[in-house]
């Protein structure tokens, strides 16, 4: 079972999509732990259109070579993960069962516990 990529703060968000963008380290990072930091941006892409978000490289099954992007919803961000649940309840899977609701959200998106 693949590991389960895990943002539990804010502050932790923010260090991420600032390297991503500008390559700064945060300064308070001890130097034993900025090779691992680095490893762990390099899991993600981000893209600042409206807002700054934050997609997971997933490579989908044999080929390697090949990954699509998935939006990461962090745990701390909960009013967002309530109204992605409940747009895809009621609208994208016509009010269906929660493994439909599930599965169609879990294609989309990606994060410890999607579904709340």
């Excluded at 389960?4 to 300064?27: D, F, G, M």
């Excluded at 909960?78 to 879990?106: L, P, V």
């Amino acid at each position: 079972m693949p590991k389960v990529v895990q943002i539990e703060s804010e502050a932790e968000w923010n260090s991420i999509i600032r390297y991503l963008k500008t390559a700064s380290i945060p300064e308070d990072m001890p130097k034993s732990q900025v090779s691992n930091f680095k490893r762990r941006c390099s899991q993600f892409v981000v893209q600042e259109d409206p807002e700054d978000a934050l997609f997971l490289r997933h490579n989908d099954g044999d080929d390697p070579g090949q990954c699509r992007l998935r939006l990461f919803i962090p745990n701390f961000q909960k009013m967002r993960r309530k109204r992605i649940i409940a747009e895809f309840h009621e609208d994208k899977t016509g009010h269906g069962d929660y493994h439909k609701t599930y599965a169609q959200i879990n294609r989309m998106y990606a994060g410890k516990h999607v579904v709340i």
